[in-house]
């Protein structure tokens, strides 16, 4: 019982084992998964605000590079000789070229005191006054760009010049004298590109009259077509304007100027979130592995346990053979051994009774029917014997037809007496074998410990001998240790089969 208890923990213990080995499995590519995935979308949104912010400052180049076509015109310098503009011209230059094309929904003329010399708004003059209104969201802007023009002028010819800058074949745009300052910023309700910059000719050569310089301003506002196409060219989706203490959860954004506050207006669009796609595409794969790997461990399981039980079970097959008879089954040498010796170490508390058995005749049923029929009666008699025993002591063959019983305290002196009688005649109830019945007997020696002794070698000689005496008195009797001191003359070990 205790063997089997040990055998189903191992086995509970390698299924255990198995089992958090799987979930370990499961648990790894599960964590790898989730890292994958937020990794993923850590980079995703990482490069989504790359290129956004590149978009943008793409879309504030263009704007410069449009405005440059009219700041950087020598008939556009001229015009501005008297600090205004011909009617016919502004309709030419302004309305029907940078309007019409370029859609710039604000063109202003100001000198660096922020004087507005000339403003046209979606096309049309209006009052310049109007036009400086709209100047005081670019105050500072016009400040940066009249700064880079004093930086780039150097002193020409007794008048001035702007710093050249040198070509480059590999650019796709003309190269610009850096003059200019460029945002973007809330303009009457839409978000726009806001670039200042001196008007000056194409030669870069800038008469002293004409030092100071008068700033072109120019508006160019984010319509719905260009935030599609940006969404198109980005692969982003819902890209909008709005405060930053407004943007919805789950959107990212990216500031639009250097403003910080929650009032200020980010870009904002809802990531594509890469991580989706590769827990999508990957999820099955993983499931596939994780069961897999579930599987093969519980096959392992399976079978380190069938193993394992085998083993157990051999190793308890070895010890119960070790200590038992592989005829009868009943206790062998070595296990009747060890009982005695569990025995004797109680034996003040716990007496017990020794008996040994000889079966008669057994060596004529041997010689007469062969080795088949005396293995035969071997096995019914001590069937017999351990039935007659039951739960009161042990039975056990120590070899040929030699058997001892020890029964234990709870059968008494005339109990035993009893009991030996009864198996008596068990042995002498006939053995059918092959359509004969074979016939034998048995005697039975009987010492008591501790009264006949409380070690081995003065108790087992006791039975013993008295089992001799049983025989020579002749055969199928009971003898007592205590029959010896009567006997005629002392008994030596052998007796007659």
């Known amino acids: 019982m205790v063997a089997k208890s040990k055998t189903g923990s191992a086995v509970l213990g390698i299924h255990a084992a198995c089992t958090l080995v799987a979930l370990m499995i499961v648990a790894s590519l599960a964590f790898v998964l989730d890292r994958s995935v937020t990794e993923a979308d850590r980079f995703g949104l990482t490069a989504e605000r790359k290129l956004v912010e590149s978009e943008m400052q793409h879309q504030v180049d263009a704007v410069v590079q449009y405005q440059a076509e009219f700041s950087y015109w020598d008939k556009s310098f001229t015009q501005l000789e008297k600090r205004t503009f011909a009617d016919a011209f502004v309709k030419e230059a302004l309305t029907d070229w940078l309007w019409k094309d370029f859609g710039f929904s604000w063109m202003i003329f100001a000198d660096a005191s922020d004087r507005t010399l000339l403003a046209v708004m979606n096309g049309s003059k209006v009052d310049p006054q109007d036009g400086a209104r709209t100047l005081k969201w670019a105050d500072d802007l016009i400040e940066k760009a009249n700064d880079l023009y004093e930086a780039a002028l150097v002193a020409k010819d007794g008048g001035w010049a702007l710093q050249s800058v040198e070509t480059d074949k590999d650019a796709l745009t003309p190269p610009l004298p850096n003059i200019h300052a460029a945002d973007l910023r809330m303009i009457d ?96 794969s993983v499931i596939v592995i994780a069961m897999s ?129 009864a198996l008596i005649v068990e042995a002498q109830v006939p053995v059918p074998f092959e359509g004969q019945l074979l016939r034998v007997g048995s005697s039975i020696g009987i010492a008591f410990a501790p009264d006949h002794g409380s070690i081995a070698r003065e108790i087992v000689p006791l039975a013993d001998q008295a089992l001799y005496l049983a025989k020579n008195r002749g055969r199928n009797r009971v003898q007592t240790a205590g029959d010896l001191a009567s006997a005629e003359r002392p008994l030596e070990a052998g007796h007659a089969a």
Request: charged share 20%; hydrophobic share 45%.
């Open 189 to 284: 309700g839409k978000m726009s590109i806001v670039v200042v910059q001196a008007v000056v000719p194409k030669t870069l050569d800038i008469p002293a009259s004409r030092r100071k310089p008068v700033f072109m301003v120019t508006v160019k506002p984010f319509t719905d077509r260009m935030i599609r196409d940006m969404e198109d060219r980005l692969g982003i989706f819902n890209l909008a304007f709005a405060p930053l203490r407004q943007v919805p959860e789950g959107s990212i954004h990216v500031a639009v100027n250097s403003c910080s506050q929650p009032a200020c207006m980010v870009a904002a669009w809802t990531p594509r979130a890469p991580g989706s796609f590769v827990r999508s595409e990957t999820l099955p």
């Open 293 to 421: 790997g579930a599987l093969l461990m519980a096959f392992i399981a399976a079978r380190f346990g069938a193993v394992f039980s085998a083993l157990q079970t051999s190793e308890a097959e070895n010890r119960h053979l070790a200590k038992h008879d592989r005829l009868t089954g009943l206790l062998n040498r070595s296990g009747f051994d060890e009982v005695l010796e569990a025995s004797l170490a109680k034996v003040r508390e716990r007496p017990f009774s020794l008996l040994c058995i000889d079966l008669d005749k057994f060596k004529a049923v041997n010689d007469t029917f062969g080795h088949p029929a005396g293995d035969a009666v071997l096995k019914t008699v001590a069937s017999r014997f351990a039935a007659r025993v039951a739960g009161n002591g042990v039975v056990a063959r120590l070899g040929g037809d030699e058997f001892t019983i020890i029964l234990d305290h709870r059968v008494s002196k005339d109990q035993v007496m009893a009991l030996a009688a």
